[in-house]
């Protein structure tokens, strides 16, 4: 299957249809056979946009607050909104102490499956209990409100339980996944000078062990805020633990039977920080809070999908990224949802161990992605029709543009035909959903590789470089008109680029860096991001930090990553790298490979390394990604009067032939 990235002509209208939605035969997706009932969702988004104070006033009553607020929104600080200006509440509280006053105390919180095949179940009142425990734990070890916790841990339940932990003690919790390097890891914990640090002894991917502890102690020698770090024993790998700073989870935790008081956090108090990636510099430290957050994080859920009481609930996703924090751990909890938590690879040992899944645990609702999708869709047919997924009602994706085959073989070949695509667009800063179908406001008709409609709420418009808003399917940039609930409060310790990263582009809307359009029936598609951001299975990565990961190894003085497509990964990563005087270049390739996954994480690996004499650069001195590009897609690169040296671009074009041609051998 081809995923084509450029804009063609559809044939019959003289209008432009992005490529990337078309079908291999480039047919256009068929609409009218995918069409559901449609429920109030005109009625309800309208509300929500021309009385936001009377919609909020009621839809932030999801959620128990112990103080309610006297003002909904906060707008003298523009572009930091502040919401529920006044409220008061604790979000472990809402994710489980009011679900053991009604009948949820015994209900199953989460489910656990571990890669080898091992089980878990937690129930809501399991679940406090060992929040409350590692909350006093972390009280008894001098952890106040306000302090940063980092929490660096495999999909196991006390990941969950960490950042409830957290939450309850007023905490600010920053999860780092787990598939990051040691480099990565110290980058992040002293971003945000952590106290603390929560890990294990190791994690699982594919059959192998991930040795997470020993990333820790190399990652610490160089983070003089961390006093403490909490150990999970998770796979009896023998550790190398520092005396007086380091800990056993088991340890710290036994005989602490405690209830432990929430602490009321004011509505704007921040929940957490999750770092991501831009186009400059470091990563940003996005900032979300308690009250604006969590209301944004259980409606979004409820008005998505709509989960019932008896639902299961799997989001495959990874607790290091936002969809993990907001759609496994936050937003089920907060709705009293059973969430469904799978540790390893999705086809490991078999191909068929995502169906698998569904059917033993009768999962009614999956969330995954595109890449997932495309992965498990390559092994054919007869692995998800040896299980009986008659369970699944809908289905989701979330991370980047879902292709029309894609889409189709999801709704037939695991939805029968019987279940909506419920296809989410959003992004770390806006906390939850933002464009998306609505199944509990009826769905209406679906367009395979649309993700419809906004939600209550959002206010998105696709402008113009100038700002001006676009017509009918032309292409733009999506920016977001109003405030809504689940924005982040701003970039941890960088109010300045909060604004100049979101809200200098245009003026008085939020640039969130995706193209877009909008068609007649006013439907979005979303066509990729518009700046140096590329999404590599759904991962969100910087060409920058694969550029300073490659420089930093010391062999190379310059490097330039663009990315390519790929069919199952949507993209891949192509770096050219200028060795530095007296480097050889024998085993070059390998070597940086190894030193970036060593530092970064394999996540940041690039998939082809071209080790050149000299990057295409203007007479300014700066290195021409768009010629690189066009160069490797093989394409016109437009305007190159600025170009210094085209010798490069010779050299460029042989290396990437001589690459094919190895490949093809
Ligand atoms: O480019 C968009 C893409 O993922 C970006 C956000 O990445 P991240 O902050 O890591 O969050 C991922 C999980 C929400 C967006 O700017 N993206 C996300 N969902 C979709 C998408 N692109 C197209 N369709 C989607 N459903």
């Not at 472990?92 to 656990?112: E, F, P, Q, V």
């Not at 996005?286 to 979004?300: D, E, K, L, P, S």
């Not at 769905?443 to 209550?456: D, N």
Request: charged share 25%.
């Amino acid at each position: 299957m081809i995923i084509r990235h450029s804009l063609a002509f559809r044939k019959d209208k003289i209008t432009l249809y992005p490529s990337v939605l078309m079908k291999d035969d480039n047919s256009l997706p068929t609409e009218s056979s995918f069409s559901f009932q449609r429920g109030t969702y005109e009625e309800f988004y309208a509300k929500s946009i021309e009385k936001p104070k009377e919609f909020w006033n009621e839809h932030a009553h999801i959620l128990d607050w112990h103080s309610e607020w006297h003002q909904v929104l906060d707008q003298r600080k523009a572009p930091f909104y502040r919401w529920f200006i006044g409220g008061k509440l604790n979000l472990s509280y809402n994710a489980l102490d009011r679900h053991l006053t009604n009948y949820r105390r015994n209900k199953a919180a989460i489910i656990w499956v571990g890669e080898n095949g091992d089980e878990k179940i937690v129930t809501y009142h399991g679940l406090l209990k060992r929040v409350n425990a590692l909350a006093q734990a972390m009280r008894d070890s001098g952890m106040q409100k306000g302090d940063r916790v980092i929490i660096y841990l495999p999909m196991i339940i006390e990941s969950v339980v960490a950042t409830l932990a957290a939450a309850r003690i007023g905490v600010v919790f920053s999860v780092v996944f787990s598939g990051f390097g040691a480099q990565a890891l110290a980058d992040r914990i002293n971003a945000c000078k952590a106290k603390m640090v929560i890990t294990a002894d190791g994690g699982r991917r594919s059959g192998k062990l991930i040795d997470l502890k020993k990333i820790v102690n190399e990652a610490l020698e160089d983070c003089p805020s961390v006093e403490e770090c909490i150990v999970v024993n998770h796979m009896n790998n023998p550790v190398e633990m520092v005396e007086d700073r380091d800990f056993w989870y088991h340890e710290v935790t036994a005989q602490k039977h405690v209830q432990v008081e929430p602490e009321w956090m004011d509505s704007n108090d921040p929940l957490f920080i999750l770092y991501t990636s831009g186009t400059t510099g470091k990563p940003k430290g996005v900032v979300h809070g308690n009250g604006g957050y969590g209301v944004w994080a259980a409606n979004t859920l409820k008005w998505a999908f709509d989960p019932s009481e008896d639902d299961r609930w799997w989001c495959a996703a990874d607790i290091g990224w936002i969809t993990g924090h907001t759609y496994i751990i936050f937003a089920p909890l907060l709705l009293g949802v059973t969430s469904i938590m799978y540790e390893g690879a999705i086809n490991y040992p078999e191909p068929d161990r995502m169906w698998q899944i569904v059917e033993k645990y009768g999962v009614n609702i999956l969330y995954t992605s595109p890449t997932a999708i495309r992965m498990l869709m390559r092994y054919g047919e007869n692995y998800p029709s040896k299980h009986d997924l008659s369970s699944l009602r809908e289905l989701g994706t979330v991370g980047e543009p879902i292709n029309p085959s894609a889409w189709e073989w999801y709704y037939h070949v695991i939805g029968h035909g019987r279940c909506p695509i419920i296809d989410t667009y959003w992004q770390t800063e806006t906390g939850g959903f933002i464009i998306s179908p609505t199944a509990n406001l009826g769905i209406g008709m679906l367009k395979p590789g649309s993700a419809t409609l906004p939600m209550p709420g959002i206010f998105p418009v696709v402008l113009d470089e100038n700002g001006e808003e676009l017509g009918i399917n032309e292409k733009g940039y999506i920016c977001i008109k109003r405030p809504w609930p689940g924005m982040m409060l701003t970039l941890y310790n960088d109010d300045e680029r909060y604004k100049s990263v979101y809200f200098s582009r245009f003026k008085d809307v939020y640039f969130n860096g995706d193209y877009a359009m909008k068609d007649k029936d006013g439907y979005f598609w979303l066509l990729g991001r518009s700046d140096e951001v590329i999404k590599v299975s759904g991962h969100r990565i910087g060409t920058i930090e694969i550029e300073d990961a490659l420089v930093a190894s010391g062999d190379v003085s310059e490097a330039a990553v663009i990315a390519r497509s790929d069919s199952i990964k949507g993209e891949a990563i192509v770096s050219f790298v200028v060795p530095k005087i007296g480097v050889r270049k024998e085993g070059l390739q390998e070597k940086l490979k190894r030193d970036v996954r060593k530092a970064m994480g394999p996540i940041l690996v690039p998939d082809e390394v071209h080790v050149i004499e000299s990057l295409p650069k203007t007479r300014s001195g700066k290195i021409m990604r768009r010629l690189l590009k066009a160069v490797y897609l093989d394409q016109m690169p437009g305007d190159i009067s600025t170009l210094e040296n085209e010798a490069s671009v010779t050299e460029i074009r042989e290396s990437i032939e001589r690459f094919r041609k190895e490949i093809k051998k």
